[in-house]
């Protein structure tokens, strides 16, 4: 069964090392109760926990993984969110969130507005298809609400306490997310544009001339 995390980041953790194939993520909160084979969402990517001690664990990256996400401009000492994959008794506080990414988008602009911080992100027209004003958004695995959407960027709203406790207070102009869109849109939209293939030859109907020609 695959893992489903709320978005709700638990801790900051930090990269010691990324190299072969293999990522080494230092953290502390997330590690009470970790085992082998675990999923914890690491920048709202899924990964499987291989090793672990008191400090760190352990992780495989795909090369898909590194190609659909901003591993490739993270290294040793770069901060990441963590969360550990959900149980039956956990608060669903933030949306449903797979840890499958759909892809990166790019910081445009961070503009104060009150106590909020408006984050604009642009990103691909495959990825806004996707996005839907006052609908669910993960970012770098953070659960966000869309404040508005345009063809070329959305924005969201992030509070003082969503900088503070995730990785976003470091982020910058430029800087790449990771972005998962909600889950139940893409199984709507898969359903409302798939369109079955024609078969390769229709059944003949039976018919009194179908019938004489075979002989009935």
Request: some cysteine; aromatic content about 4%; hydrophobic content about 40%.
């Amino acid at each position: 069964m695959a893992a489903l995390f709320t978005g709700i980041i638990e801790e900051v953790g930090r990269i010691r090392q990324m190299q072969g194939g293999v990522i080494r993520v230092a953290a502390k909160d997330i590690l009470c109760d970790v085992h082998v084979g675990d999923s914890i969402a690491v920048n709202g990517t899924c990964l499987t926990v291989t090793d672990f001690t008191r400090e760190a664990f352990t992780a495989d990256l795909m090369p898909e993984t590194i190609r659909r996400t901003s591993f490739a401009e993270l290294g040793s000492g770069s901060p990441v969110n963590l969360e550990r994959a959900v149980l039956p008794t956990t608060r669903m506080g933030g949306h449903f969130v797979s840890g499958h990414i759909d892809g990166t988008g790019k910081i445009l602009s961070l503009t104060g507005e009150g106590n909020a911080l408006l984050l604009r992100v642009q990103a691909g027209p495959e990825i806004l298809r996707g996005i839907v004003e006052k609908g669910s958004v993960a970012l770098d695995g953070i659960s966000l609400t869309v404040a508005e959407v345009t063809p070329m960027d959305f924005t969201v709203s992030l509070i003082p306490h969503t900088r503070e406790v995730t990785n976003l207070g470091s982020k910058k102009a430029g800087s790449l997310l990771n972005i998962e869109t909600d889950m139940l849109g893409k199984y709507v939209r898969r359903l409302l544009t798939f369109s079955a293939p024609a078969a390769e030859k229709a059944e003949p109907a039976l018919t009194a001339d179908f019938l004489r020609q075979c002989g009935f």
